[in-house]
């Protein structure tokens, strides 16, 4: 059975797929690469030695180089968009 459209894989840390390149998956015919969960582990430990720090020293002010500053996380988050958002609808 011949399926038309693009060859998709999903890679995930810490089984096989995580091996391999980019070339490697292009190479073996992959159109779109998911690297789904690899933000995500990222992010769980980097909270969890930011709340080691807090732990261990009662502040996270040694992690600051770890961090995005509080101007940066808004406009990820588009903080003015929300504000306002709050301001017409009352939330």
Known sequence: MLIIGPKVVSVVDGNETTGLTASD????????????????????????????????????????SDMVSYAEFSGVVDLPFHQNWADRFGG
């Open 25 to 64: 998956l292009q190479e073996m015919g992959f159109d779109v690469v998911f690297y789904a969960v690899s933000a995500i582990f990222t992010a769980v430990k980097a909270v969890g030695d930011t709340l080691e720090e807090l732990k261990r020293t009662g502040t996270p002010k040694r992690r600051k």
